[in-house]
């Protein structure tokens, strides 16, 4: 049976596990398409907030491109926070899109939970119910844990049950890099569920890749972004290595060779996916000497934050004003910011430290890194150095007035740009370029 056309009718649903970034904007991708999707969370805020039409993501606003309210409104879009709602017979799809790490280790209990409330579904059901995960998994974890776990729960794969893992690649600063044109790799466990896939994520994403199996789709994520993780951390050894030469410019150039990305120093990875890669592809090989590549990039990407801060002690700066929480700008997401990092290092070395970004209150400031805030721009010249970690635009005020907050600060150091046209004096330094660390 097709899938789509199941979709289509309306007569079938779509369930998708968790409600953040990726399993969100799966739900508005599909609703927008006049499929029914039903989200779960176990974040009632989240919930409520979907329910009446609000993005809980308020950054996401700009990603879409489109209100939700009318989706909410025309039935296409729910939320519940009682995962009974989703193992009704009338679900065709389960889309799994929790967290699947904590503290920067791999971490399964979200991802048991929710196949433990999926594994009560009608087995007796003509047209079997597809799992696909989205959300990042370490290599193997679909043999060790995963598919142990459905056959304990008496589900027969490819029978009363379908399993596919295609993870996502979304980048939500750019609208354009979405569900919809981004490649999407998909792998399942045998044929029918393979197909099942397809007929599915064929309703929302143009281009599709089949792996032979899950493995492959499952490793794919890891090994992707450890690419990035390598590149993005030799760009950091480069600079440690030559502290006189403007490495910043270097790799710029660089860059413009027909087979090589552009990649620039700084305070080392952040998010879900980079920083993590290495790690959940360590955690499954026996001889981590082999891959000692990834071994010395986590080393040197977690040492960035240090070195950065004890440069900064070093130069003899004392009032530290850091704008940027987030890993990156315009997005409120503190998840492995190596911002929380730096802020440790730099309070360890006895300096002043007060942080600063619009995404963030007062005390979601407080509880991430254990500082308090500043008004911008108005406080700016409190400090003798400051940190610009990411380039959201609210940092991006008319240069008269920017520069004038910033006449007595020695030391300014710019993670991705956001004053690079500022024409500002030699104070001013993107990291990377000549006597930034
Ligand atoms: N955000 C990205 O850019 C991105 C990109 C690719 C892959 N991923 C992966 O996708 C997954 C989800 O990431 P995200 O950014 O959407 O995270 P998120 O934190 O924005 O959202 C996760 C949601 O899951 C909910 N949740 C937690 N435990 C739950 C449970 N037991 N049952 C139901 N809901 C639960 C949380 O309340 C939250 O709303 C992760 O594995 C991540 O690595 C994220």
Not at 277 to 301: A, C, F, H, P
Not at 342 to 353: C, G, H, I, P
Request: hydrophobic letters at 40%; proline letters at 4%.
């Amino acid at each position: 049976m097709d899938y789509k056309k199941l979709l289509k009718s309306n007569k079938f649903k779509i369930a998708v596990w968790g409600t953040g970034y990726i399993g969100l904007s799966t739900m508005v991708y599909f609703s927008k398409k006049k499929i029914k999707c039903v989200g779960y969370d176990i974040n009632h805020e989240k919930v409520r907030k979907i329910n009446s039409g609000v993005l809980p993501l308020a950054d996401l606003k700009n990603w879409f491109g489109f209100e939700i309210k009318k989706l909410v409104k025309q039935n296409y879009l729910k939320a519940t926070f009682n995962y009974k709602d989703l193992i009704t017979n009338d679900f065709l799809v389960h889309f799994v899109a929790i967290p699947t790490e904590k503290d920067g280790k791999p971490f399964y209990k979200p991802l048991l939970n929710v196949l433990t409330n999926i594994s009560k579904i009608n087995r007796k059901v003509k047209n079997p119910p597809i799992i696909i995960i989205e959300s990042t998994l370490a290599p193997k974890v679909s043999d060790k844990k995963i598919i142990p776990f459905l056959k304990k729960k008496k589900l027969t794969i490819g029978k009363n049950i379908l399993l596919s893992v295609a993870p996502r690649r979304d980048w939500f600063i750019e609208g354009v890099k979405n569900l919809e044109n981004l490649d999407r790799v998909y792998g399942s466990t045998d044929k029918k569920s393979a197909k099942v896939t397809k007929d599915v994520l064929s309703i929302v994403c143009k281009k599709l890749h089949l792996a032979s199996s899950y493995k492959v789709s499952e490793m794919v994520k890891s090994v992707e972004n450890a690419y990035r993780h390598m590149d993005i951390t030799l760009a950091n050894q480069l600079s440690l290595a030559f502290p006189k030469d403007n490495i910043r410019e270097v790799l710029k150039l660089v860059g413009t060779k027909w087979n090589v990305e552009t990649f620039h120093p700084g305070i080392g990875t952040g998010g879900y996916c980079i920083p993590l890669s290495s790690r959940y592809i360590l955690s499954q090989v026996k001889d981590g000497n082999k891959l000692s590549l990834l071994r010395e990039t986590i080393k040197t990407d977690d040492g960035m934050s240090r070195a950065v801060a004890n440069s900064i002690a070093k130069k003899g700066f004392k009032k530290i004003g850091i704008l940027g929480l987030s890993y990156k700008g315009d997005l409120k997401v503190s998840v492995l910011s190596k911002v929380i990092p730096l802020v440790k290092s730099l309070k360890r070395k006895r300096l002043n430290v007060r942080l600063f970004d619009p995404y963030f209150t007062k005390k979601e400031i407080k509880d991430a890194v254990k500082i308090g805030t500043f008004k911008f721009p108005n406080e700016l010249p409190k400090f003798d150095c400051l940190i610009v970690t990411v380039d959201h635009k609210q940092f991006k005020i008319p240069k008269k007035v920017l520069k004038k907050y910033l006449k007595k600060c020695k030391l300014i150091i710019d993670h991705d740009g956001a004053w690079k046209n500022y024409d500002l004096d030699s104070n001013y330094h993107l990291s990377g370029d000549t006597g930034w660390i």
